[in-house]
C-alpha cells in the first residue's frame, strides 16, 4: 500500500501542470501583469523557491504568503497563479506563491516548516527585495490552508513572525482521525476516504505524529494569540466540519474571525463557470487581504 500510495502521488506530481486546470476559467483580473519574478528563500530545508509578483507604480507594497492546494502531493504553485494575480491587482499588495516540497519527495513536518520559514524570513529580509517586513499576511487553499494555519501556530510559538491576518479557505485541519469521519451532503465528494488515505498514507506517513498542532491545527491545545483569520468553508465539502470548527475555536479565544460558508458548493468552492460567484469569493478574500495590510 505504501509503495503504492508513494507512485500514486508522484506521478500526480509530474502531470499536475496537465491536469489541474480549475484556474484556466479565473483569470479576472492581472493577466496584464509581468512574469513574476523566480526567487529563492533559505529554510530549514533548503532553498525553497517563491514566486513573487509585485503591482506595478506601488513603492515597497505590503506581503501575502499564498500556499497552493494539492493534497500535499502536488507541487505545482502555479494552479493558482489566476489567483496571485488577481490579489495583486485587486489589493495592490505583493504575493508570494511558495513552492513547498511535497510527498513522496519529503514527509510531513518539511512542509509546514517551509512556509513558516519563509514567513519569518520574509518578516526580517523582505525590505531587500522592495517590500514592506511589517505588513505580511499568509493564506492558502485546502492543503495550503493547513500550512498557513501550522505556520501561524509555529510563528505564535517561536516568536517568529506576527501576520496580520490568516486566510484559511476549504482548509484540511485534522489529518488525525478516521478518513470515513469526514461526511459530506453530496453522494461523490470532491475529497473521500481514497483521497484522505492517499495524503496519509504519503505525505503524513508517521501516523504517530498526525496529531501534532503543526499536522492537524484544529487539534492545538491553545489557539489564542493567533492572527485574526478570514476562514471560508464550504456548504458540500468533506472537510468542512474541521473548518467551521477551528473558526469557532479561533472566536472562543477571542481571535478576530471572520467565517463564510459558501453555499452550494464542494471543495472547489470557485467555480469556474460561474464567474459572478467565482469573482465575489475572490474580491472578499482580496479585500480583506487589502484592509488588514493598510497603514503603517
Request: proline fraction near 7%.
Amino acid at each position: 500500500m505504501a509503495v503504492l500510495a508513494d507512485m500514486y502521488a508522484g506521478l500526480s506530481g509530474l502531470t499536475a501542470r496537465w491536469t489541474v486546470r480549475y484556474g484556466e476559467q479565473l483569470r479576472l483580473a492581472g493577466s496584464d501583469l509581468p512574469t513574476p519574478e523566480s526567487l529563492r528563500v533559505p529554510t530549514r530545508h533548503g532553498r525553497v523557491k517563491v514566486d513573487l509578483y509585485r503591482p506595478p507604480a506601488v513603492d515597497r507594497p505590503p506581503v501575502h504568503v499564498h500556499l497552493h492546494g494539492g493534497a500535499f502531493i502536488m507541487r505545482f504553485p502555479q494552479m493558482d497563479d489566476f489567483f496571485c494575480r488577481f490579489v495583486v491587482a485587486e489589493a495592490q499588495v505583493a504575493v508570494v506563491n511558495v513552492d513547498y516540497l511535497a510527498a513522496p519527495r519529503v514527509r510531513y513536518p518539511v512542509a509546514q516548516e517551509q512556509a513558516h520559514d519563509v514567513l519569518a524570513w520574509l518578516t526580517t529580509h523582505a525590505g531587500e527585495w522592495g517590500l514592506d517586513p511589517d505588513r505580511i499576511s499568509i493564506g492558502g487553499f485546502s492543503g495550503g490552508g493547513n500550512l498557513a494555519a501550522s505556520a501561524c501556530l509555529q510563528a505564535r510559538d517561536h516568536h517568529t513572525a506576527t501576520p496580520r491576518l490568516q486566510l484559511l479557505a476549504v482548509p484540511s485541519l485534522d489529518v488525525s482521525g478516521d478518513v470515513r469521519g469526514k461526511p459530506s451532503t453530496t453522494a461523490n465528494p470532491m475529497i473521500g476516504p481514497p483521497l484522505l488515505r492517499l495524503v496519509r498514507a504519503t505525505y503524513f506517513k508517521d501516523s504517530s505524529r498526525r496529531a501534532e498542532p503543526y499536522a492537524s491545527p484544529l487539534l492545538a491545545v491553545a489557539v489564542d494569540g493567533l492572527p485574526p483569520a478570514l476562514v471560508i468553508t464550504a456548504e458540500y465539502d468533506s472537510l468542512r466540519t474541521e473548518g467551521d470548527a477551528f473558526a469557532a475555536r479561533l472566536m472562543a479565544a477571542a481571535v478576530s474571525v471572520e467565517h463564510h460558508v459558501v453555499p452550494r458548493r464542494d471543495h472547489y468552492f470557485l467555480d469556474g463557470s460561474d464567474h459572478t460567484q467565482a469573482r465575489h469569493w475572490m474580491s472578499l478574500m482580496a479585500d480583506r487581504i487589502q484592509v488588514a495590510l493598510a497603514g503603517e
